[in-house]
């Protein structure tokens, strides 16, 4: 019995699911963890090899995904004597992501937590006051995630 060619993953502007659209750039194994790192402030392919221990070749596919989908910019950088080479920068949409990591590092310390303590804290800037996610109606009230639903939307069809 011989086993069916595979399908090539459809692009992403194909997907009606926001979210699987998202996972589409952010969803590969790496990809989250240079985002969370470009915001610790690491620009250079050197520094993300070196702090996550990621293989060149899969850093390299993975830094060209978020730079397609302009989630990180490139921008050239030579050090004297050096040749040129890229450095990488979260862009608007980039920085837009912070809210997920934040809820996966909440859910994590909440269901995975670490023996040792959290590793990350979130504060706020300037104070140190601890800040967290929350859920907010369109007058700013919060809203405990008991009362959120995930309902089907105008352009749900068929596909929820």
């Not at 992501?97 to 996966?104: D, E, H, I």
């Amino acid at each position: 019995m011989s086993t069916p060619p595979k399908t090539p993953a459809r692009p992403a502007k194909e997907h009606a699911c926001s979210i699987h659209r998202s996972l589409d750039i952010v969803g590969e194994k790496w990809s989250l963890l240079i985002i969370r790192n470009a915001f610790r402030g690491q620009t250079k392919f050197s520094e993300f090899r070196d702090a996550l221990g990621v293989p060149s070749d899969i850093l390299t596919a993975r830094l060209a995904t978020l730079v397609e989908a302009e989630v990180l910019e490139r921008r050239a950088y030579r050090e004297p004597g050096a040749r040129e080479r890229s450095s990488y920068h979260l862009t608007e949409r980039g920085r837009a992501l912070k809210t997920v990591l934040v809820a996966l590092q909440e859910w994590g310390d909440s269901y995975t937590p670490w023996p040792g303590g959290r590793v990350s804290l979130v504060q706020r800037a300037g104070t140190g006051d601890h800040v967290g996610l929350a859920f907010v109606d369109e007058k700013g009230a919060a809203v405990s995630p008991d009362e959120v639903a995930l309902v089907p939307g105008p352009a749900a069809g068929t596909t929820w």
